[in-house]
Nanobody, 123 residues
């Protein structure tokens, strides 16, 4: 069982930055794919960025060049650095993880989810 807890959400102006953090509870992240997803009420959940156990990352086209995913295994923490924020980045952001084969932006494979942290960007 993996427990995930996000933090770092809040309000920002368009063009600003925020960094989200997600602390995981397992002894190691080895073998896990971990990622960030977001959802706006009434819309499907969208994959934002994921990082595989070998540190390979995949970033959605909608945020490429603005957002970056990273992890610090010494701190059991996953990060999402969000720069050049836009109003359309406003959403609830979730941290997720799974230990199955593959690591992509589709949410079906992810078994473990955090509670989410709200990001609101005003123009």
């Amino acid at each position: 069982q993996v427990q995930l807890e996000e933090s770092g959400g809040g309000s920002a102006q368009a063009g600003g930055s925020l960094r989200l953090s997600c602390v995981w509870s397992t002894y190691t992240s080895s073998g896990y794919c971990m990622g960030w997803f977001r959802q706006v009420p009434g819309k499907e959940r969208e994959g934002v960025a994921v990082v595989d156990h070998d540190d390979t990352t995949t970033v959605a086209d909608s945020v490429k060049g603005r957002f970056a995913i990273s992890k610090d295994t010494a701190k059991n923490t996953l990060y999402l650095q969000m720069n050049s924020l836009k109003s359309e980045d406003t959403a609830m952001y979730y941290c997720a993880a799974h230990s199955h084969w593959g690591c992509d932006l589709g949410d079906a494979a992810y078994d473990y989810w955090g509670q989410g942290t709200q990001v609101t960007v005003s123009s």
